[in-house]
């Protein structure tokens, strides 16, 4: 009954390849999360969405693309990997009050070769 | 744009010892939210302690305790009795009160030496 699940949790891949993460929610949020965290453990916002809008969207490459297709998922896409790709990537969810935490999923570590 | 800063890039403490993490935040906002996040090896974010801005009284859990300076927009998490499994990156973390984005500090390594 993992609360946000992420797949997969690791995924090597070569440059110039195109993957995606999914991420998946079952806490019943209306707000969802990618966050990019780098070899120096920082957490940057990528984007978040909130029941299926996208509300932030950081400066981050057009080959980054997410999807939700619902609020339950968010879903990342990547085009045209680059070696500076390489990091771990986090899903997280919120419930619309703010007061409140947001709650990760396990990640992602993304190496690209 | 918010921005939150974590000055000390490692920590460390004896078991049984207590240790204090440092964070400062940048807003011009009144209604924002704070959080500790701890991030152990096994990567999974654990939230640690929240604090509402318009609150005085600071938040408490169990061996964890935070000292809120508002109007020196200070937020830095006390460890009491640390233990060996406290060791971890601890993350400091900004929300403002009416958006859905949470900015986080660079974060601490906390060591526990036994």
Same mark, same amino acid.
């Given at each position: 009954?993992?609360?946000?699940?992420?797949?997969?949790?690791?995924?090597?891949?070569?440059?110039?390849?195109?993957?995606?993460?999914?991420?998946?929610?079952?806490?019943?949020?209306?707000?969802?999360?990618?966050?990019?965290?780098?070899?120096?453990?920082?957490?940057?916002?990528?984007?978040?969405?909130?029941?299926?809008?996208?509300?932030?969207?950081?400066?981050?490459?057009?080959?980054?693309?997410?999807?939700?297709?619902?609020?339950?998922?968010?879903?990342?896409?990547?085009?045209?990997?680059?070696?500076?790709?390489?990091?771990?990537?986090?899903?997280?969810?919120?419930?619309?009050?703010?007061?409140?935490?947001?709650?990760?999923?396990?990640?992602?570590?993304?190496?690209?070769? | 744009?918010?921005?939150?800063?974590?000055?000390?890039?490692?920590?460390?403490?004896?078991?049984?010892?207590?240790?204090?993490? /440092?964070?400062? =935040?940048?807003?011009?906002? /009144?209604? =924002?939210?704070?959080?500790? =996040?701890?991030?152990?090896?096994?990567?999974?974010?654990?939230?640690?302690?929240?604090?509402?801005? =318009?609150?005085?009284?600071?938040?408490?859990?169990?061996?964890? /305790?935070?000292?809120?300076?508002?109007?020196?927009?200070?937020?830095?998490?006390?460890? /009491?009795?640390?233990?060996?499994?406290?060791?971890?990156?601890?993350?400091?973390?900004?929300?403002?009160?009416?958006?859905?984005?949470?900015?986080?500090?660079?974060?601490?390594?906390?060591?526990?030496?036994?």
């Amino acid at each position: 009954d993992t609360a946000v699940s992420q797949t997969p949790k690791y995924l090597v891949t070569q440059m110039g390849n195109d993957k995606s993460i999914k991420c998946e929610q079952n806490l019943g949020h209306d707000t969802m999360y990618w966050y990019k965290q780098d070899s120096k453990k920082f957490l940057k916002i990528m984007f978040s969405y909130n029941n299926k809008e996208l509300i932030i969207n950081e400066t981050v490459p057009n080959r980054f693309s997410p999807k939700s297709p619902d609020k339950a998922h968010l879903n990342l896409h990547i085009n045209s990997l680059e070696l500076g790709d390489s990091a771990v990537y986090f899903c997280a969810s919120s419930p619309r009050a703010y007061n409140t935490e947001a709650f990760f999923g396990q990640g992602t570590r993304l190496t690209v070769v | 744009a918010q921005t939150v800063t974590q000055s000390q890039p490692e920590m460390s403490v004896q078991e049984a010892e207590t240790v204090t993490l /440092s964070c400062t =935040y940048d807003t011009s906002e /009144s209604d =924002y939210y704070l959080f500790w =996040y701890k991030q152990p090896p096994s990567r999974q974010m654990i939230l640690v302690i929240r604090q509402e801005a =318009y609150k005085q009284q600071n938040a408490t859990e169990n061996r964890f /305790s935070v000292n809120f300076q508002k109007a020196a927009k200070s937020f830095s998490l006390k460890i /009491s009795d640390s233990q060996l499994g406290d060791a971890a990156m601890y993350f400091c973390a900004y929300r403002r009160g009416n958006n859905n984005d949470m900015r986080f500090g660079a974060g601490t390594r906390l060591t526990v030496k036994p």
